[in-house]
T-cell receptor, first 111, second 116 residues
Framework: QKEVEQDPGPLSVPEGAIVSLNCTYS??????FMWYRQYSRKGPELLMY????GNKEDGRFTAQVDKSSKYISLFIRDSQPSDSATYLC???????????FGKGTRLSVIA | ETGVTQSPTHLIKTRGQQVTLRCSSQ?????VSWYQQALGQGPQFIFQ???????GRGNFPPRFSGLQFPNYSSELNVNALELDDSALYLC???????????????FGPGTRLTVL
């Protein structure tokens, strides 16, 4: 079993839709949970990170972590064509440990 | 402030050859991590360098090796290239202090390696 599981999609939605992206993880030692966005032929860029369980909102993006079920979610409201990218969830045990990524979900937002 | 840069952008090699990829870390950062991202997969951790010493290694064979220089830039060397080494190689820099708090890793654009 991979440490972080993520449905690779692809996922295609109309502009303005609410997008829900999800990951599960297996190791309860993970403490930090990140969502990265990766455009084609670019490196990943950090969208949001959360520590422990709970919600975190940043503009149209909301990250949610449920440590009891080992479930990570990213919600995108009012999706835009510019949101079309691959979204990677990632986890960390502690500050300077390696990132453990999911496979990534390829999202297309159609105008 | 200059971000993380990597060179070259693209590289084509044949099986059995050796390759060196380079990464310049962001100003003020002392840690560089290297990741391999195969097509359609998430990045996989190769190794990390902190203050010129290897500080952790993923499940990669010894023919993957690295260096970090006093200015915290880094190299990734791969010997005896195999077809499966074809991937996007990403480096990420961060600042690691004395505590275990979260330190954001900033990624470069990657080097796309094709092995024929």
């Amino acid at each position: 079993q991979k440490e972080v599981e993520q449905d690779p999609g692809p996922l295609s939605v109309p502009e303005g839709a609410i997008v829900s992206l999800n990951c599960t993880y297996s190791n309860s030692a993970f403490q930090y949970f990140m969502w990265y966005r990766q455009y084609s032929r670019k490196g990943p860029e950090l969208l949001m990170y959360t520590y422990s369980s709970g919600n975190k909102e940043d503009g149209r993006f909301t990250a949610q972590v449920d440590k009891s079920s080992k479930y990570i979610s990213l919600f995108i409201r009012d999706s835009q064509p510019s949101d079309s990218a691959t979204y990677l969830c990632a986890t960390l045990r502690a500050g300077n440990t390696p990132l453990v990524f999911g496979k990534g979900t390829r999202l297309s937002v159609i105008a | 402030e200059t971000g993380v840069t990597q060179s070259p952008t693209h590289l084509i090699k044949t099986r059995g050859q050796q390759v060196t990829l380079r990464c310049s870390s962001q100003s003020g950062h002392n840690t560089v991590s290297w990741y391999q991202q195969a097509l359609g997969q998430g990045p996989q951790f190769i190794f990390q360098y902190y203050r010129e010493e290897e500080n952790g290694r993923g499940n990669f064979p010894p023919r993957f090796s690295g260096l970090q220089f006093p200015n915290y830039s880094s190299e990734l060397n791969v010997n005896a290239l195999e077809l499966d080494d074809s991937a996007l190689y990403l480096c990420a820099s961060s600042f690691a202090g004395m505590t275990s708090v979260y330190n954001e890793q900033f990624f470069g654009p990657g080097t796309r390696l094709t092995v024929l």
